[in-house]
C-alpha cells in the first residue's frame, strides 16, 4: 500500500543536540511538507519541497533545516537553535502538477527535548 | 493569503445528536475545500473534499459539507454522532500557483469534537 512513513513515532532529546525526523513517501508525489502542531494552534508549515534539490522556507522555518535529495524523502532536521522544540511533526505529500491534489499525511513524530 | 476560521474549539455532543463543524475562509478566490479527522497521537486522514460540481460532498462514514462561496463557508455535518466520532476536526484551504509553485495549503485552528455517551 502507498503511503507515507515517518520515523520514529516518539523521540526524545536533550536540549543541545541536533535531531533528524524521517519521512518516506511512495506515492509518486513531487510536492513534500512538514508541519508542526502545538495543541491549539493548528498546524503551522516549517518547509516545503515541489521537487527534488529544491526547498522554501514556510512560516515557522527558524531552527529548522531540510533537503530533498530524492523524490521519495524529506527529512527534518531540528536544530539546537530552535527555542522550543517539543512538538508533534507532520510530514505531507501531494501532487505538484494537479491543482486539487489533496495533502496525504504520515503519522507524526512525538519530539520531546528536556 | 487566505486564512481558515473554526469558529468552535471544543463541541461536546451527546451520541446520536447531530453536529455542525463550523468552517469559514477569507476569500471566494478559486480554491479547494477539504475535512481532516486526526486521532490521538495520529496524523490527518481526509474525510471529504471540495474540488467542484455540487455543493455538498459526502464522506463514507456520514460525514457531509457543504460549499457555500457567497458565505466563503465549508461546515461538516453529520446527522447522527458516535462514540468513535470523537476526534479533532481541520477544515483546510489549497489554492494553486501553478505547477512550478503548486499548492498552498491553509489550516484552521482545529476543533475537538468529543462524543457523549
Known amino acids: 500500500d502507498g503511503g507515507i512513513t515517518q520515523s520514529p513515532k516518539y523521540l526524545f532529546r536533550k536540549e543541545g543536540q541536533n535531531v533528524t525526523l524521517s519521512c518516506e513517501q511512495n506515492l509518486n508525489h513531487d510536492a513534500m511538507y512538514w508541519y508542526r502542531q502545538d495543541p491549539g494552534q493548528g498546524l503551522r508549515l516549517i518547509y516545503y519541497?515541489?521537487?527534488?534539490?529544491?526547498?522554501q522556507k514556510g512560516d515557522i522555518a527558524e531552527g529548522y533545516s531540510v533537503s530533498r535529495e530524492k523524490k521519495e524523502s524529506f527529512p527534518l532536521t531540528v536544530t539546537s537553535a530552535q527555542k522550543n522544540p517539543t512538538a508533534f511533526y507532520l510530514c505531507?505529500?501531494?501532487?505538484?502538477?494537479?491543482?486539487?491534489?489533496?495533502?496525504?499525511f504520515g503519522n507524526g513524530t512525538r519530539l520531546t527535548v528536556t | 493569503a487566505q486564512s481558515v476560521t473554526q469558529l468552535d474549539s471544543q463541541v461536546p455532543v451527546f451520541e446520536e445528536a447531530p453536529v455542525e463543524l463550523r468552517c469559514n475562509y477569507s476569500?471566494?478566490?478559486?480554491?479547494?475545500l477539504f475535512w481532516y479527522v486526526q486521532y490521538p497521537n495520529q496524523g490527518l486522514q481526509l474525510l471529504l473534499k471540495y474540488l467542484s460540481g455540487s455543493t455538498l460532498v459526502e464522506s463514507i462514514n456520514g460525514f457531509e459539507a457543504e460549499f457555500n462561496k457567497s458565505q466563503t463557508s465549508f461546515h461538516l455535518r453529520k446527522p447522527s454522532v458516535h462514540i468513535s466520532d470523537t476526534a479533532e476536526y481541520f477544515c483546510?484551504?489549497?489554492?494553486?500557483?501553478?505547477?512550478?509553485?503548486?499548492?498552498?495549503?491553509?489550516f484552521g485552528t482545529g476543533t475537538s469534537l468529543t462524543v457523549i455517551p
Open positions: 483546510a484551504v489549497s489554492e494553486w500557483f501553478g505547477v512550478n509553485t503548486g499548492n498552498q495549503f491553509y
Open positions: 519541497s515541489q521537487i527534488v534539490n529544491d526547498f
Open positions: 505531507a505529500s501531494s501532487l505538484r502538477t494537479y491543482s486539487n491534489s489533496p495533502l496525504h
Open positions: 476569500s471566494s478566490v478559486s480554491v479547494y
